[in-house]
């Protein structure tokens, strides 16, 4: 940034100063330009009164607005063969005498400009033009010529003053270049010291964007929102971490003593029966825990496409119900599915029938004898939408927004089946969410809870038919 900002600002000076040199220079060659013009205005004026072979006295007089250094000016009268007949007195040793050649090239009606150098190397600015037939008297041309060696004087002294202008420019966009590069980068270097403190556990540490300049300011506030995402990712990992290890420990501790037991003294065959099928339903435990995680995990990620296809939401309602018709009939419970017919949906059968088998084992485990279990689908231009409704116990209002988080249990107390691992709800809202689709939940303690799943797109509409019935 420092060499970038110097060469930049450098150029700029000099860009400046070339330009201002240039027109310095164009703007005393032009000056030069009227002096000639005068002088040569001034010599026509005075031919008619010479008859000499030298002109009267030097014609270097100039105009008041000419600097006040001497400059030399010579006048020289030529005929048309080129011989010279008056001159100004010493002009013959300084300035060369054009030649009949380079008269005769002059257009008659202009005035023609030489820049040459004398014989001692000086520079000359020259001014030569053809003399009006009325003021002749014999003679064709007029050269006028002003010594120019203190305007290159004065160009050399200037240049002199520029380079040492450019110099300390140069060094000046260096440093400045420099102060303001340090100056911009030092946001930069908090910005990195307050990122390398940054571990795993200090993500509650963020970058302070007060102050910062306005460049610097949102990428502070993006680089905290992205620390306020990985706190909260890597505290409900830790969480995670923690309910599993919880969840794991109480049916490898029951594992673990059952076989201790066994092992303290000689039983007969019908215990060690025993003993070995309680441990395989901790086993049996164990390994649905295991699974619902790997969905959970490989939902995260959404490493696994969908493989959607076309699903008679209708039938595939029926379907389950008559799954868990046998459960619901052992625990006393009236379940009952509704749907309009011919209302389709594309959709994971597979995860689709998890989905709402969880549902349902959730509502069967918490409706006592005598309660009802419904499942209904209608449509709409939201999507499908399906709910579980039943006459359950409830929840109560404070455990509603967090019901659907992994191993939320409403009743902490319970932790021997496989229902209260609180996975459950979980699976179902993971599921909904891969499809794209909405979760929501309603519930009154004593009176009951609904859950609604809401599919998009239904790729048919509700038929105006007879709703599917199943008790």
């Not at 970038?4 to 070339?18: E, G, Q, R």
């Not at 520079?123 to 064709?140: M, Y």
């Not at 039983?267 to 395989?280: A, H, I, N, T, W």
């Not at 295991?290 to 939401?313: G, H, K, M, W, Y």
């Amino acid at each position: 940034m420092t060499v970038w900002y110097a060469l930049s600002a450098f150029a700029m000076v000099l860009v400046a100063t070339s330009l201002l040199y240039f027109v310095l220079v164009n703007g005393m060659y032009r000056e030069d330009q009227r002096d000639l013009a005068d002088n040569l205005q001034n010599a026509i004026l005075l031919l008619g009164a010479s008859h000499g072979t030298e002109l009267p006295g030097p014609v270097s007089g100039q105009p008041a607005h000419a600097p006040q250094h001497r400059t030399d000016i010579y006048v020289r009268v030529m005929n048309g063969d080129g011989r010279t007949l008056m001159q100004t007195p010493g002009m013959a040793g300084q300035v060369r005498a054009p030649a009949k050649s380079e008269l005769l090239a002059i257009d008659p009606r202009h005035r023609e400009v030489r820049q040459v150098l004398s014989r001692t190397g000086e520079p000359f600015l020259t001014l030569i033009a053809p003399i009006p037939a009325a003021r002749a008297n014999g003679a064709r041309f007029i050269e006028v010529a002003m010594d120019r060696a203190h305007d290159e004087y004065l160009l050399a002294r200037y240049r002199e003053r520029l380079w040492l202008v450019l110099g300390s420019s140069l060094v000046l966009c260096s440093l400045v270049g420099y102060l303001i590069a340090r100056s911009g980068m030092r946001p930069i270097e908090g910005i990195s010291r307050k990122a390398e403190l940054i571990r795993a556990t200090t993500l509650h540490e963020r970058i302070p964007a007060h102050g910062l300049p306005a460049e610097l300011r949102g990428l502070a506030e993006t680089f905290n929102g992205m620390l306020d995402r990985l706190e909260q990712s890597f505290r409900h990992v830790s969480q995670f971490s923690d309910d599993v290890a919880h969840e794991l420990r109480t049916p490898i501790n029951n594992l673990r003593g059952e076989i201790e037991v066994a092992l303290g003294k000689a039983r007969s065959q019908e215990d060690y029966r025993e003993v070995l099928g309680s441990c395989f339903e901790e086993c049996t435990r164990i390994s649905r825990l295991i699974r619902t995680l790997l969905f959970l995990a490989r939902s995260d990620t959404a490493s696994d496409a969908l493989q959607r296809e076309t699903v008679d939401v209708g039938e595939a309602l029926a379907t389950i119900g008559a799954f868990y018709e046998a459960a619901a009939s052992e625990a006393g419970v009236f379940l009952r599915v509704a749907s309009a017919a011919g209302l389709c949906a594309e959709l994971d059968r597979t995860l689709f029938q998890q989905a709402i088998g969880n549902l349902i084992s959730n509502a069967l485990a918490h409706t006592p004898a005598g309660g009802s279990v419904e499942l209904a689908a209608v449509g709409g231009a939201q999507g499908v939408r399906i709910s579980v409704r039943d006459t359950g116990c409830g929840i109560a209002p404070d455990h509603l927004p967090h019901v659907f988080e992994r191993f939320y249990r409403v009743e902490q107390a319970r932790t021997g089946s496989e229902q209260n691992a609180g996975l459950g709800l979980a699976v179902v809202k993971s599921i909904v969410t891969r499809h794209g689709g909405e979760v929501a939940i309603e519930s009154s303690v004593g009176k009951g809870t609904e859950v609604r799943l809401t599919f998009p797109q239904p790729r048919i509409a509700p038929a105006a038919g007879p709703a599917l019935t199943i008790s």
